[in-house]
């Protein structure tokens, strides 16, 4: 089994990205990005950011993800987040 090291960056963030909260609850319910962003009332792009940790949804946002996804939905973000791999 490989270990952190073994991993190049681009797969360690690639498996950062398929830990995020919102994109394995999605997943796991077979719902589109655009499904999502239709009930998050936000953009298509603005899910894909979010699930590349490119941005963090804003504390209104992430009240309507908890309400949709689940409670803990802002803990499990910041511990996500918080292991972001570096990319060289």
Known sequence: MPTETDTNPEEAFR???????????????KISI???A??????????????RGTATPTDGN???LESVVGEGTRKAW??????QPKVV
Request: proline share 2%; glycine share 4%; aromatic share 10%.
């Open 15 to 29: 498996e950062w990205v398929d830990k995020n909260p919102l994109r394995r609850w999605r997943h796991h319910e």
């Open 34 to 36: 655009m499904r999502a």
């Open 38 to 51: 239709v009930g998050l009332g936000v953009t298509m792009t603005t899910i894909q950011v979010w699930e």
């Open 62 to 64: 992430m009240d309507n």
């Open 78 to 83: 910041a511990r996500w987040a918080k292991n």
